[in-house]
Structure formats: C-alpha cells, structure tokens
C-alpha cells in the first residue's frame, strides 16, 4: 500500500480521538498507565468509554480501575510518577476534583518546587466537565480558574478533536503534572483527527479566524460558538479574529496580544462563570500591556455566577450561548 | 526475626544521631544562633531506629512535618538535611523546602508532607510503582495517631489493601493530634485496630522498645517485600517537646511528661545494650562521639552555607521556566 493513498486524517468524535491519543502513547512508553474508576473494560472502558479497549489491550496492570477514592487516585498517581511512571489519572467529573484538591494542589503542583526539582511529578489529570446535559450543579462546573491559581499546574483545554488527541500526548509527555478538561458536550462531535503521531505543544495558541475589528479570545467548546457569533457579525460587516488558547497555563500571551494590538478590541468568552473566571486574568493582562492602544475596555462573557441549574431552560440562561456572544461582540465595537 | 548485635548497634547509632541533632537543633534554637519552625521528635527515636536497619536506600519513605528522626534513620546527608532545614543553597531542596518538606531521593526519603495524613495516598504510588516494576522494593509511610482520622488515610488503607501493595502504614501514635488528647479525638483505643476494616494486619507495638520495634516492623518489611501486601503497624510513643517549638504543652499534664522522660528511650536502649552483655561501654561511647562529630560537621558545614539568590526564586516551579 503506497503511502500517498493513506488518509492524512481520520473523521472521530473527541472522545475516540482521546482513546486514541491514550492507547498511542501506551504503546510507545510503558510507563504511562491509567487509573481511575471505571476505566477498565471490565467496568465499561470508562464512563464516557474514553479508555475503552485499552485494558484489553495494555492489560489490567496499566490500566487500572479504582475505588471511588479521589484522593486515592490521584496520590497514587503522584507517587508512581515521581517512582518514574507516566499516570494519566481520571477524575470522572471536573466538580469531583474538589475532593482531591489536598493531592492536586498541595502535592502534585507543590512537589518539584518543594524539593528542588530533585523530583517531579509528570502526571495527567483528565477531567470530563461542563454543563449542557442537565446534569445539575455538581456534574456540570467548569472550575480551570481554581488550578490556573496554583503555580505549578499546567491546564489544558481542548476545543476539538484533532487538538484533544494532540494536546493530550503533550499532557502524557509533559514533566510537570497537566489538568486536561474534556468538555462533554464535545466528546460526541466528530471531527479530522491526524492518523499517528499528533503532538499539539503547549503554550501555542491557534488563529481559528481572522478579522480586523475585534479579538474574541476563547478555548474549548466555546471556540466553535465564537466562530458561529463570527459569521453572523461578518453578516452585518464586523470581523472579529478569534483565538483558540488550547491551554491557559502555559499562556500564549504574545499571540494574545499581537492580535489585540490590531484590532485594539478584544472580547473574552469561556464557559466558567464570569466572577473571577479566566477572562478576568485575561482582561488584566491585555489591559496591563496594551492600555494606550485599547479603544475600549476588555469584555468579559463567561456563565451566570449561579452553581449550574438542572432544568433545561435555566440551563441555556446559565450557559454564554452564540446570540450572548454576537451581543457582546457588538457591544465591544460599537462603543 | 531477633536483631542481631549488627542491628542493634545501628538503631543504637541512628537513635543516638537522631537524640543527639535534636538537643543541638533547640540548643541553637534556644540561643537565638537559628531561627526556624520546628517539630521536635525527641522521644521517637526507636521506630525510625529499626527501619535504619531493615531498609534499604532503594525502598522509600514518606513521612510528615515532625519528621526529622524519619529523615535521619532513611539516611538523609546531614550535612544537607541541617543546611535545608537553616534555609540554604546546598540544603536537600536547595532552602526551597525547608523542615516540613524535605526530599532525598538518593536514600529513598521521598516525600515530607505538611498536610496530616495527605502523605497515605502517595505511597501507594511508590508501593504501585514497585509492583508494576516488578522490584521487592517496600514503602514505608510515617504519620501520627491524629492522621489516622482524616479521609486520606481511609481511602489509602483501602487501596493499598485492594492492590496488596508493598506499603507499610506506621503510625507513630504519640498520643497526640497536635493538642487534643488520642481519646478526645479518636474512635478507637488501638489505631491498629482501624486495620481490620481493610482485612489487612493491624499491629500495635511498643514504639519505645527497640527489640519488639524491630522485630514488628521486619514482620511487616518482610510481608511486604514478598508480595503479601499492607500491614497497619502502631509504635505506641510520645513526643517530649509539645506539637511545635514553643507550645506551652498545657495539654499534656506534667506529671505524665516527666514519667514518659523519666523513661526515655535512648538512654534505657544504652542500659539494656550493655546490661545484656550486647556491647561494652566503650563501644557505645565510640558511637556517641561518631554521632556527635557527624553533627559538628554538619552545623558548621550547615551555619557556613551561603543562602539562596532572590534569583532563584521563580526557579523549579516547573521543569522549564514558564514566560
């Protein structure tokens, strides 16, 4: 079979795409193994089947279902990757990570600097996040702002499935530990996904849009609601560049404000809720560098500040959808 | 397993050097010449006495903020443990961590955690490490009684016995969770006794006498080296100092403080090695003056250090710089 007919790319949802990114980098470095409850295929390969297939494969040694113990998981995790061990730990909703937040926060972030980078801890933390599916207040948080505060922890949130697959080798592959947020009303979205090997760096943020009269900077999902709000404000003459951050620490902050600094308006939109959300690192740190040349104060656009509601309706209030984005788009040229 | 004369001269040296680092430590507290938190061991000697002399380097410990005679009994350079605990360039973690973080990978000291009981979870890592590796090597991971009633340690327990991890679970029950008497906080009489929700051995020994010390932890060393999995071990101890340097130790009534001192541990051991013919005064005073030289060496070396750059400050925070 020649390789020039192999397709360059294959069309996967997020979640096939984070299987594969998994199962490649298994089978390149025996030291990455994954624990977390459920994820075996004995218990269904993940509650999302994420990792299904891959305890068949890579055996039931390196992929590990646990009890549900937070704590235990990802402090296992810890040990075994300052022991050497590559872990990929799965937090089976973000909102449970509150549970492990003494491991993620006080161990984890804390350990290579504690000791003089005499050891680190290269570990991944893959949560499924983010409302939409009527899963109420404690299934549904977007909580990244909670780790980007803590120095030490990388954070990575991928907006589609090509970048999943690749960000998340670089998580793998990281020295330091990385928090990697799969939103779940992404999981299902197909999209081209590189066949092989696919490294997405850290730190590298991607133009999905160019335009001349505003920068929208987001990451995950909301990117794809930022590049819909797009075409409808191209309708009525107003283009907005939008960015794709792919991860919020390491912050690809010069391509922030490159952009910024030509269409000197930028709107920021991200799921979270607004009150301290990552916007508000963002909205400071374009201010701070670029405050003479700014035509008007950066916008925040995040969710309501309300845990998230069960009821449909309340839900869509709660969520920045498209027509909140075009709204705040507007807002931010027109002033 | 009986120590033999080999063993019972080392725990004699280990605890002797751990006596010995922490008279010098308030000494130089007291004085005014350092300045530092500090959580005195003295007192606990004997438990990390016996593991000095049935680990090797290549097995890990954790342990916690009052942890310096854990440090000393794995191994740690003393020359690098003082210079880390005096805040300099050329301590362990280059002043960066301090007494209640102190990591030594080159003898096995992993981790030395703040957070009581957080240090559970993460030897089970080491412990799971050491099975997929497929080596013999064991953990061991030291915390007090007040730690067996966080969330961390149920979790650990059960997991560790879930994955019979090579984990030894050594609970140094000094008889206090910083100043809250065990039974003012504690459901049970016997921490060990929390083993048998796990179905895993739970043992509780006296933590003060060496030869049931020892013989107690190379029963677990040993089930834990062959595969059999976790063992919960309780030295039963007490801490002479209070929680922290400068407690006023209200809550401990003096009359049981004195008793515990009157029975100290490291001169009894010194009493029962040459009442039982193991070793001649001169052999002990020979240990002793090696301890105490090591330890000259060592504050000198440690009051000498340069402190760290202001430069160094955004350094080891991650593997490479952020921008």
């Known amino acids: ?335 | 397993m009986t120590p033999d004369r080999v063993a019972l001269l080392g725990m004699f040296e280990t605890a002797t050097k751990i006596k010995q680092c922490d008279e010098r430590f308030r000494l130089l507290l007291a004085s005014g010449q350092i300045v530092c938190t500090y959580y005195s061991p003295r007192g606990q000697e004997i438990i990390p006495s016996a593991f000095s002399v049935l680990l090797r380097p290549d097995d890990y410990m954790v342990t916690t903020y009052r942890g310096l005679h854990d440090h000393i009994g794995k191994g740690v350079d003393l020359r690098g443990l003082w210079a880390e605990f005096l805040g300099k360039r050329s301590g362990t973690c280059k002043g960066k961590g301090g007494p209640m973080h102190v990591t030594d990978p080159t003898s096995g000291l992993m981790v030395t955690t703040g957070i009581v009981g957080s240090g559970l979870p993460i030897a089970n890592g080491f412990g799971l490490a050491a099975k997929l590796a497929g080596t013999d090597q064991v953990t061991v991971v030291n915390f007090g009684d007040g730690a067996s009633n966080i969330g961390a340690f149920h979790e650990a327990l059960n997991l560790a016995a879930v994955w019979k991890l090579p984990v030894i679970f050594m609970c140094q029950n000094n008889r206090y969770a910083e100043h809250t008497k065990l039974a003012d906080g504690t459901s049970v009489e016997r921490i060990a006794m929390r083993a048998a929700a796990y179905g895993i051995p739970g043992v509780t020994v006296d933590g003060n006498d060496p030869i049931a010390m020892y013989e107690a932890a190379a029963t677990a060393v040993r089930r834990a080296r062959s595969g059999e999995g976790p063992t919960l071990l309780e030295g039963i101890t007490y801490r002479f100092f209070g929680h922290i340097m400068g407690d006023d130790m209200k809550y401990q009534p003096a009359e049981e403080r004195q008793a515990a001192m009157d029975a100290d541990p490291v001169p009894a051991f010194r009493v029962w090695l040459l009442a039982e013919g193991v070793a001649e005064e001169v052999d002990l005073a020979e240990i002793e003056q090696r301890c105490d030289a090591a330890i000259d060496d060592a504050v000198a070396y440690a009051l000498a250090a340069e402190l760290p750059s202001p430069d160094e400050l955004e350094d080891d925070v991650y593997a490479e710089n952020l921008a």
């Not at chain 1, 984070?18 to 509650?47: F, H, Q, W, Y």
């Not at chain 1, 197909?190 to 133009?207: K, M, R």
């Open chain 1, 1 to 335: 079979m020649s390789t020039a007919t192999e397709p360059q790319t294959v069309m996967l949802p997020m979640v096939a795409a984070i299987n594969r990114a998994i199962d490649e980098a298994m089978t390149k470095d025996p030291r990455v193994i994954v624990l977390g409850e459920d994820v075996a295929d004995s218990e269904g390969g993940g509650v999302y089947k994420a990792t299904m297939g891959l305890s068949t494969t890579h055996g039931t040694d390196r992929v590990r279902s646990t009890p549900i113990s937070e704590q235990a998981i990802v402090g296992a995790a810890i040990g075994a990757a300052i022991a050497g061990f590559r872990p990929i730990a799965e937090i089976m909703m973000f909102d449970f990570i509150a549970v492990a937040m003494d491991q993620v926060c006080n161990h984890a972030a804390k350990l290579r600097y504690m000791s003089g980078s005499q050891t680190a801890v290269p570990i991944t933390i893959r949560c499924s996040a983010g409302a939409g599916m009527q899963f109420g207040a404690q299934h549904s948080d977007m909580l990244e702002a909670w780790l980007c505060h803590v120095p030490g922890l990388k954070v990575v949130i991928p907006s589609n499935p090509a970048d999943a697959k690749g960000l998340l080798t670089s998580c793998i592959f990281d020295e330091d530990p990385c928090v990697f947020v799969e939103q779940t009303m992404s999981y299902f979205l197909p999209g081209p996904v590189p066949v092989g090997e696919h490294v997405v760096p850290l730190g590298q943020a991607a133009v999905r849009r160019e335009g001349t009269d505003l920068t929208i900077v987001s990451y995950g999902r909301q990117v794809n609601d930022c590049l819909r709000a797009s075409d409808a404000l191209a309708q009525d003459g107003i283009e907005a560049e939008v960015l794709d951050l792919r991860s919020l620490v390491p912050l690809d902050l010069d391509r922030v404000l490159t952009s910024v600094a030509k269409t000197r308006r930028a709107l920021v939109v991200h799921e979270a809720v607004t009150r301290c959300g990552f916007g508000a690192e963002l909205s400071a740190q374009i201010t701070e560098h670029l405050f003479d040349s700014l035509a008007g104060p950066v916008a925040r656009l995040g969710a309501k500040n309300v845990p998230v509601p069960y009821s449909m309706p309340l839900e869509r209030a709660y969520l920045p959808g498209r027509a909140e984005i075009v709204d705040a788009a507007r807002r931010v040229v027109e002033r």
